[in-house]
C-alpha cells in the first residue's frame, strides 16, 4: 500500500490498455506519478503501451499488477463487467483504486466494492474526470456565489453516434452495453453537481436490436420545482454542451461539457466568459495524487455516496426501459 513520501513519485499499475488507459498514461506526468506496469489479456499489447510509455513491467494477466509490491495504485480501465472483479482483487491485495466509470454495473456492486475499501483502509475512487475539471469547478462557484440566482434547471446531452453491431460492446448487454452506463453518467453527474439528488425520476427510451438502452432522455424534478433534462445515446451526435439556468441567469459550459474550454455567464448586465484549458485527465490525477498524499480515503470530488445514488438512479432507470444485464435479477 502506499505510504505518504514526499520525494517519491507514486507508481500506477495500470489494468487494461485500451483506449481509455492510453488518454490516462499520456497525461501521468502531471504531479509527481509515473505509470509503472500495464497487464491486459494481449501480453504483446501490454508490453507495447509498456514500452510506449516508459513502464518497466508488462504482463498478460491482472493479477500480477495487483500483487507487484511496487505498485501503489491500480488504475482499472477495463470494460464495465470486470471492474468489480478487479477491484476487489486490487483491494483484497491492499491497493489503492481508480476504478473507470461506472464503477461497477449497478448499485450493489458499488456498494460492496466502496465498502471492501473502506474496510481494508485504502483509496477508491470512480474516474469520472470531469468532476476535477477547473471549469466544472469554477461554474460550481459561481453558482455558489449567486451570480445566476437560485438554479431552476439544468440541460445536458452526450450523445454519439455509432453503428449498431451486435457484438460492439455499446450493445453487447454481456459486456455491460448501453447509453446509460457509457455516456448517460455524465450529464447526470453534472446535474448532481448543480443540483443534487432529484426527488423524481421520468424515463423515456428506446433500445437497440439486442436490447441494450439506445436513447434515453431522464427528467429529474424536485421539491423547489427545479428540473434538469438530460439525455445520451448511441444512435447520434450532439455537441455536448450544458446549461445551468436561475433566476438571474445562466451559465453555458462549452463546447463539450466533458473537458470545457469555457463558460459563457449570460446574466441582465450583459454576457462575460470564462477561458479555461481543455485539461484532460490532468486534474483527475492531481486530485487522486492529492487525497492520497493527505491520507484520505474517499475524494470530495468524487465522494463514494455520490457514485452510489447515480448507480441508484441508473439501476432504476434501467428498470424503467427493461434493460437487464446476465445475472442479474428482474427488477
Known sequence: MYQV????????????????????????HHGNNMLYAVAARDADRAAAFAAHFDASHSH???????????VD??????????HREQALMAIDAGKHVLIEKPLALNAAHAREVLAAARDKGVFAMEAVWMRANP???????????????DTVAVHADFSIEVEFDPAHRLFDLANGGGALLDLGVYPMHFAWLFLGRPDTQQVLGT??????????????GYGSGATAQLR?????????????AGTAGSISVEPWFLNPGRLVVTTSEGESRVDGEETAYGPQIEEVERCLRAGLLES??????DTIAILELIDQARADLGVRYPGEAKQ
Open 5 to 28: 513520501t514526499a520525494d517519491r513519485p507514486i507508481r500506477w499499475g495500470f489494468l487494461g490498455a485500451g483506449g481509455i488507459a492510453l488518454a490516462m498514461a499520456a497525461d501521468l
Open 60 to 70: 498478460g494477466d491482472y493479477r500480477s499488477v495487483v500483487e507487484d509490491p511496487d
Open 73 to 82: 495504485i491500480v488504475y482499472i480501465a477495463t470494460t464495465h463487467p470486470f
Open 135 to 149: 471549469l466544472i469547478l469554477k461554474a460550481q462557484e459561481l453558482v455558489a456565489q449567486g451570480v445566476i440566482g
Open 207 to 220: 433500445l437497440s436490436p439486442t436490447g441494450s438502452d439506445a436513447t434515453v432522455a431522464l427528467q429529474w
Open 232 to 244: 445520451c445515446a448511441t444512435t447520434a451526435w450532439t455537441p455536448g454542451r450544458a446549461t445551468i
Open 300 to 305: 470530495p470530488r468524487v465522494p463514494h455516496a
